[in-house]
């Protein structure tokens, strides 16, 4: 099993809301990945978590915020976003991140719409 | 720093017309090559990873292979279904991150 769960698959907020993305895998993967897409562009890596810790943060403005409860779980918090945060957010995982090598499996993603 | 290009940016088949895609890679230190198939509004889907030069791998239509400096996704009699962005990355050793090239798009007409 290589699944990789995201909820919503779908969100439309407002600048001034509070919203969550959830992924979860189950998978015993130790590392887990939150990317943005534009459309028609390559995924771009927002926050890594390797063994439930924060490990990367690509210079993501505060109002995105990651957690990470346990090993199988993932979240983004989404606080006054833009217009232009508006983009599929994608949830990965791979194996022990210190091999290196290991290919990261991906969730369907939520399309996030900011209005 | 760690650069990723593929070519073509668009390719159009028709069913049945073999044909390759290609990364081409500047890395220190590769641990790893990823193809993924990505559809529209869809997450990437794996495909394959790729770890040394003159490694080859096939899956279904899909033959993927790796020298130094680039990796070549074969498509032999193509289907419409076959249609998606074809997506190439890599992993450097000493780097949690994949670094994504900006893919490929493939339409194969019936």
């Known amino acids: 099993d290589t699944e990789v769960t995201q909820t919503p698959k779908h969100l439309v907020m407002g600048m001034t809301n509070k919203k969550s993305l959830k992924c979860e895998q189950h998978?015993?993967?130790?590392?887990m990945y939150w990317y943005k897409q534009k459309a028609k562009k390559p995924p771009e890596l927002m926050f890594v978590y390797s063994y439930e810790k924060l490990s990367i943060n690509e210079s993501v403005p505060s109002r995105f915020s990651p957690e990470c409860p346990n090993s199988s779980l993932l979240n983004l918090h989404l606080h006054a976003l833009q217009p232009e945060d508006s983009a599929l957010y994608l949830c990965a995982s791979s194996q022990d991140p210190s091999r290196g090598g290991v290919a990261a499996f991906f969730g369907q993603g939520t399309r996030l719409t900011v209005v | 720093e760690d650069q990723v290009t593929q070519s073509p940016e668009a390719l159009r088949l028709q069913e049945g017309e073999s044909s390759s895609l290609n990364c081409s890679y500047t890395v220190s230190g590769l641990r790893g090559l990823f193809w993924y198939r990505q559809d529209p509004g869809k997450g990437p889907e794996f495909l394959f990873t790729?770890?040394?030069a003159g490694e080859e791998k096939e899956k279904e239509r899909l033959k993927a292979t790796l020298t130094k400096k680039e990796s070549f996704l074969h498509i032999t009699a193509p289907k419409p279904e076959d249609s998606a962005t074809y997506l190439c990355?890599?992993?450097?050793?000493?780097?949690?991150?994949?670094?994504f090239g900006k893919g490929t798009k493939l339409t194969v007409n019936p």
């Open positions: 990355a890599v992993h450097r050793g000493g780097s949690e991150k994949l670094v």
């Open positions: 790729l770890y040394s």
């Open positions: 998978m015993g993967h130790r590392a």
